[in-house]
């Protein structure tokens, strides 16, 4: 029994040293080192919550511009970087080398040089002086060795051959020579300018991503994480597999609030991974269900892995727009994984962990989930609209009528949860775990959804930026987790207030430390992945890339696809969520919109990005690099490859949605009203859980190969509907170019035209794209094309662009003086393409009858 123990503590151990090594740095040198580091951290962390704070402008003190603060960002990150990181694995975790001081000395002042010498900078703009590129080569140096320490060897590599590219152009070959750029050219590129290091990537980490890694980590270190285990085990634990479908909603709910995959999976999976073990999952299995999971919770908004950051500044839409995107394709997937861990249950005959929950009959069980269903329903109505309506009866008082309505819900959440008993972990290797009851363990801890309801007035009612919204919610966590001991234990008459209010300032403590800990690999990456972003814009590299997608998919729109969503994986192995959609979206995503745009498909922009980006995160899956994989097998004891391979068995249906989106784009709401999104997203859920017992080759019974292929075909006909309506019956009728002012004018409003332009790109090279043109307002089709900011030559059969307006939306759409308008392509009335759900329905109720006589002939031979 000691071995055991002594084997299951060095396991703990090694787990905390993968998370530490990937997240928050292994080493944990002692005595002043060590306080100085945690010191600094902790400094970092009111700095940031200093710069997005109203108090700095108000005050007329501490006002920094971006530039600076990204500046003082990067410093803070390097310096941490080299006390946290040891060089090499044998290098010592429990004090700091003499180099490493210099190190951390050195990177810090060149992060913080354009801080230091702003105004000088500011003077000399694109001509730096030898003192600035002496600074620039050291710092960027230095930069890729904190890269390497932090984050692995990959980032590191791909940003110098990039470094190497950028030098060494006129010595490439073929298409992928260019003129090359000077020592000068590139250091003052890169590091003194806003286009490279210090680029938007870096500003986003600066302005919004810290602010919510820190709300996370506090929200964690009052026991956040502990009640979303609790509760989800409660909840699901005593079904069929339970355990596996409660590490699904545990890290589902971690996983809104973690930036990193990695510790996602040690965080939930040392409780979650034993339970599934024990109910009959395989090592594997079980490994694999909490990395599908936890990777899983990347692409969950609201954080997304401060992808959904980078996404307002790279795609230019608002925060909410991206939030509502993103959302429906993440909580299909998640109901998804949800159904393929109970078909695994049902094919292995498993069963749940016993549960204390008293016995409910089915018909309570579904009234108390829709009770509970409804009351969040309620809940996410009252913020917007009660809380909304708030506002302008209460003019400029409403914040502080607010603050005040919270902390009495506050106080009263914590009497109410007082009178039950606290969570306490149990153990999951200990010979018999009880299920909590679930009514106790959800009242426990309902005051931390308050912290996010403040984040949705900030964000929904008063409009406030992402960062501003994370500061007050961050604020509003702060008071809780300084006050929750000290009320709670007065609630349970057992108060000691000096020793409670000591330790609540201790959590606070820790979780500023903490935050700042899981912000250097983030700061760090945004950082190295800015030197990426400024190569591709000072060498026309994406250039490139589009020429060679281009030729290997010889036009074709599914391989351009393919060939992006490959390059994707490739480009994320090793990279961390937000580095590897810094590097994917600045590589593939204008690749996809070029050669889309040329061959007919028009995509969204905001698609595009969320393509990339899944593609970018299923590389944290995939072997042989899958981190996450990794991270589970150390956790379940499994094989690390067997346990990569079947999380990407499980993860194929967030690999299906991307392809999906793109052809089909109502999934990411847009253009879609309130009930239509309604149904999207009732017959997406039911198209992937088709998609899902296809692929598991389960559904009510073991499935024939034909039902297999049928299922598919049904997930795909209720997924994208439209593809079969075209083929019955074209969308569009083609229209002659020269009759292109009457097609404008005969259109209803609220359509769009199809055209195809030819003219010449940059270069000067003939270019032929295709464009859609929203109809501008007007009575004719003359009124409308000036409104347009459009003069077109008709001769002949020939329609020629004479004249394209300045700022006009014709010159946004991309219309330029001599282009010609090849085909134009006007909308027809059709059937709605949800007819095609008809058919669908109709084969997958016929496979569903011959599964269930199956099965029910399955069970007469048993019992016979």
């Known amino acids: 029994m000691s071995n055991d123990k002594k084997t299951s503590s060095n396991t703990d151990v090694d787990l905390e040293d993968l998370v530490a090594s990937s997240d928050s740095g292994a080493r944990k040198p002692l005595g002043t080192p060590g306080k100085l580091l945690v010191g600094i951290a902790a400094a970092w962390s009111l700095f940031q919550l200093w710069i997005a704070s109203p108090l700095s402008f108000m005050l007329g003190f501490g006002v920094f511009n971006a530039t600076e603060a990204r500046s003082i960002h990067l410093a803070f990150a390097l310096f941490l970087a080299f006390m946290a990181y040891p060089a090499l694995k044998r290098s010592p975790r429990d004090r700091i080398p003499f180099q490493d001081w210099i190190m951390a000395a050195a990177a810090a002042f060149c992060g913080a040089y354009m801080f230091l010498f702003y105004e000088d900078l500011a003077q000399r703009p694109g001509a730096p002086i030898l003192q600035d590129v002496i600074v620039g080569v050291a710092g960027i140096l230095l930069l890729l060795e904190a890269t390497r320490r932090a984050l692995g060897p990959p980032l590191m590599i791909v940003a ?43 500003g986003v980490s600066t302005s919004f991503v810290f602010l919510f890694v820190l709300f996370g980590a506090l929200l964690d270190k009052a026991g956040a994480g502990n009640y979303f285990i609790k509760v989800a085990f409660s909840l699901l634990g005593h079904y069929k597999g339970g355990p596996a479908k409660a590490a699904v909603v545990a890290s589902g709910m971690t996983g809104l609030i973690s930036g990193s995959s990695i510790a996602n999976v040690v965080t939930t999976g040392t409780f979650t991974v034993p339970m599934m073990k024990r109910v009959g999952f395989s090592a594997e299995k079980a490994g694999a269900v ?39 394709p993440a909580l299909i997937s998640y109901i998804a994984l949800v159904y393929i861990v109970h078909l695994e249950a049902l094919k292995a005959d498993l069963k749940g962990l016993p549960s204390s929950n008293p016995v409910r009959p089915l018909l309570n069980k579904v009234v108390g989930f829709l009770a509970g269903l409804l009351l969040l329903m309620g809940l996410s109505f009252a913020v917007y609209y009660g809380l909304g309506w708030l506002k302008p009866v209460l003019g400029g008082a409403t914040p502080w009528v607010v603050a005040v309505v919270l902390t009495v819900v506050y106080v009263a959440l914590l009497k109410l949860g007082a009178g039950y008993p606290e969570l306490e972990l149990d153990d999951p290797d200990s010979e018999i775990v009880s299920l909590p009851q679930t009514r106790p363990t959800v009242m426990v801890g309902l005051h931390y959804i308050l912290p996010v309801i403040v984040l949705v007035w900030c964000l929904m009612v008063e409009r406030l930026s992402p960062g501003l919204s994370a500061f007050w919610a961050t604020m509003f966590m702060i008071f809780i987790i300084v006050t929750q001991r000290p009320i709670i234990a007065i609630f349970r008459h057992r108060s000691k207030l000096g020793e409670d209010i000591k330790e609540g300032f201790v959590d606070l403590w820790d979780g500023l430390v903490t935050g700042a800990r899981n912000m250097i690999g983030i700061g760090i990456a945004t950082a190295t992945a800015g030197i990426i972003v400024g190569a591709v814009s000072q060498t026309g590299v994406g250039l490139v890339l589009a020429d060679v997608v281009e030729i290997l998919s010889m036009g074709n729109l599914l391989l351009i696809l393919l060939l992006t969503a490959v390059l994707s994986l490739i480009l994320g192995m090793g990279l961390p969520t937000t580095a590897n959609y810094i590097v994917v979206s600045a590589l593939l995503a204008p690749v996809i919109v070029q050669l889309g745009e040329q061959n007919g498909l028009l995509v969204p922009l905001i698609a595009v990005h969320l393509f990339v980006f899944y593609f970018g995160i299923m590389a944290d899956v995939t072997p042989p690099v899958g981190l996450a994989s990794f991270a589970a097998a150390a956790v379940s004891g499994g094989d690390p490859i067997r346990t990569g391979f079947q999380a990407f068995y499980y993860s194929l249906r967030t690999a299906a949605l991307p392809f999906l989106f793109i052809f089909n784009t109502d999934l990411l709401l847009i253009d879609v009203s309130f009930l239509q999104g309604i149904v999207v997203f009732v017959v997406a859920t039911i198209a992937m859980l088709i998609f899902a017992a296809a692929t598991q080759g389960f559904m009510l019974a073991r499935s024939r190969w034909y039902e297999s292929i ?47 332009v030819r003219g010449e790109d940059a270069f000067g090279d003939p270019l032929t794209t295709y464009m859609t043109l929203p109809v501008p307002e007007g009575d004719s089709g003359e ?32 219309f330029d003086f001599d282009q010609e308008i090849v085909e134009v392509q006007a909308p027809v009335d059709r059937w709605t393409k949800e007819w095609m759900w008809v058919p669908a329905f109709l084969v997958f109720a016929l496979i569903v009858l011959l599964q269930r006589r199956r099965r029910n002939d399955q069970a007469l031979a048993a019992t016979a």
């Open 160 to 202: 110098s051959v990039f470094i190497v590219y950028s030098l060494a152009g006129p010595y490439m070959p073929g298409i992928l020579a260019h003129r090359g750029v000077s020592l000068y050219g590139l250091i003052n590129h890169q590091w003194l300018t806003t286009q490279g290091v210090f680029g938007i990537a870096l």
């Open 710 to 756: 049928l299922l598919l075909l049904v997930a795909f006909t209720l997924f994208r509907p439209g593809f079969w309506m075209d083929m019955i019956h074209d969308p569009y009728r083609s229209i002659p170019p020269s009759q292109f002012v009457e097609a404008l004018g005969n259109v209803d409003e609220d359509s769009t035209l199809r055209l195809q």
């Open 783 to 814: 009124e409308r094309l000036q409104n347009l900011g459009l003069e077109l030559l008709i001769e002949d059969d020939r329609a020629i662009v004479d004249m394209v307006t300045f700022g006009s939306q014709a010159e946004q759409l991309g």
């Open 290 to 328: 909490e990395v599908a999971s936890s990777v899983n919770g990347q692409i969950m908004p609201p954080v997304m892995g401060a992808a959904a950051f980078l996404m307002v500044e790279y795609v230019g839409i608002p925060y909410i727009e991206v939030i509502k995107h993103a959302f429906l």
